[in-house]
């Protein structure tokens, strides 16, 4: 069997996860809860739309809550200290500018929302390991592009 794969995270990185978990583990699966059971009590389950879309709500949320355990148990913490300041890594901010003159900027981690660039991307694979200056060539599926690294942060 495969091994699962080890993600890298920083502590604040770990600290964002740990937090999404306690709040579906919590506050949102007691409210899913109590939708499936207000929705029973109205009668026929058979066709009964409420009891049908709580139910799925929660298999969705069962489903993030798994996710996110397994990216903490199968996580290693990366100290601030073993990444040079200079290099893109995990937990760096990189502004980038692509050939067009567009200018992107995000988060290197495995955290997602908004901003974020998974180490895993084509994008977060041609980064990392690189700094301010450096152009990169970026195979991504839509073709090949080259991004330009603008600043490189920690935060």
Do not use: C
Request: charged content about 30%.
């Amino acid at each position: 069997m495969n091994d699962p794969k080890v993600d890298r995270l920083t502590a604040s990185q770990r600290d964002a996860l740990a937090a999404e978990l306690a709040e579906l583990e919590g506050p949102k699966r007691t409210a899913v809860v109590q939708a499936i059971k207000t929705a029973r009590e109205h009668g026929d389950l058979s066709e009964n739309f409420e009891y049908h879309a709580a139910k799925d709500e929660q298999g969705l949320l069962e489903a993030r809550i798994r996710t996110l355990r397994d990216r903490l148990d199968h996580s290693v913490l990366v100290e601030e200290s073993e990444l040079a300041p200079d290099q893109v890594g995990i937990g760096s901010t990189v502004e980038l500018e692509d050939e067009q003159g567009h200018r992107i900027e995000g988060e290197i981690s495995i955290v997602g929302g908004n901003g974020a660039i998974s180490p895993d991307s084509p994008l977060g694979r041609a980064l990392i390991g690189h700094g301010e200056g450096d152009a990169v060539e970026v195979d991504a599926p839509r073709g090949r592009w080259t991004a330009r690294i603008l600043t490189v942060r920690r935060q």
